[in-house]
């Protein structure tokens, strides 16, 4: 069965850095590419960028280029979203999903990881 | 990449048909066959019910069905039942940077 289980719920300052993680099992992590996908409180879906495992090469949506790093450690099948600086406008769900390598198809997700940031 | 534009709200009554709408361009809907749709009930993960325009997952019952024509994807779901009450999300592959992009979502209420 594929599973992709997040880290848990977070509370930051503005200003601070983090990062969350995504794990997944019951399948080969580098055979897929990991997305991670913002939802902003009682908003729609956002892609903001996705990482290939097998070599670490990733892609951003314009609007999280340079805000957000998103990496993986293939030897724990682990992939991560990571922030230097947070933002108050940050505060959303975030989820790791799995997707396919043609047709950039999401076809698993993770149970989303909340991130609320707050002074 | 804009997102896709998708209705706001749909609704049916048990047992009846509806339809929602995912208007794209020729850059993204029109450009390509990888059109999915999401289902998202509140305080949930989405789950995929449509890839590929018409391929339904495993487990997704058959009332769910896909299509497309032009730059437009539409989602049916037939024979509502009280549980199909969520969020229906359309999301396309835009070409560029091997990203896809998502529809604002529509919230179908079954009457």
């Known amino acids: 069965e594929v599973q992709l289980v997040q880290s848990g719920a977070e509370v930051k300052k503005p200003g601070e850095s983090l990062k969350i993680s995504c794990k997944v099992s019951g399948y080969t992590f580098t055979t897929y590419w990991i997305a991670w996908v913002r939802q902003l409180p009682g908003k729609g879906l956002e892609w903001m960028g996705r990482i290939d495992p097998s070599d670490s090469y990733s892609d951003y949506s314009p609007s999280f280029r340079g805000h957000v790093t998103i990496s993986s450690d293939k030897s724990i099948n682990t992939a991560y979203l990571q922030w230097r600086s947070l933002r108050s406008s940050d505060t959303a769900i975030y989820y790791c999903?799995?997707?396919?390598?043609?047709?950039?198809?999401?076809?698993?997700w993770g149970q989303g990881s909340l991130v609320t940031v707050s002074s | 990449q804009s997102a896709l534009a998708q209705p706001p709200s749909a609704s049916g009554s048990p047992g009846q048909s509806v339809t929602i709408s995912c208007t794209g361009s020729?850059?993204?809907?029109?450009?390509?066959?990888?059109v999915s749709w999401y289902q998202q009930h509140p305080g949930k993960a989405p789950k995929l019910l449509i890839y590929e325009v018409t391929q339904r997952p495993s487990g997704v019952p058959d009332r769910f069905s896909g299509s497309k024509s032009g730059n437009t994807a539409s989602l049916t779901v037939s024979a509502l039942q009280t549980e199909d009450e969520a969020h229906y999300y359309c999301s396309s592959y835009g070409g560029s940077d091997n990203l896809g992009v998502f529809g604002g979502g529509t919230k179908l209420t079954v009457l």
């Open positions: 999903a799995r997707v396919r390598t043609v047709g950039a198809t999401i076809d698993h």
């Open positions: 020729s850059s993204d809907i029109g450009a390509y066959n990888y």
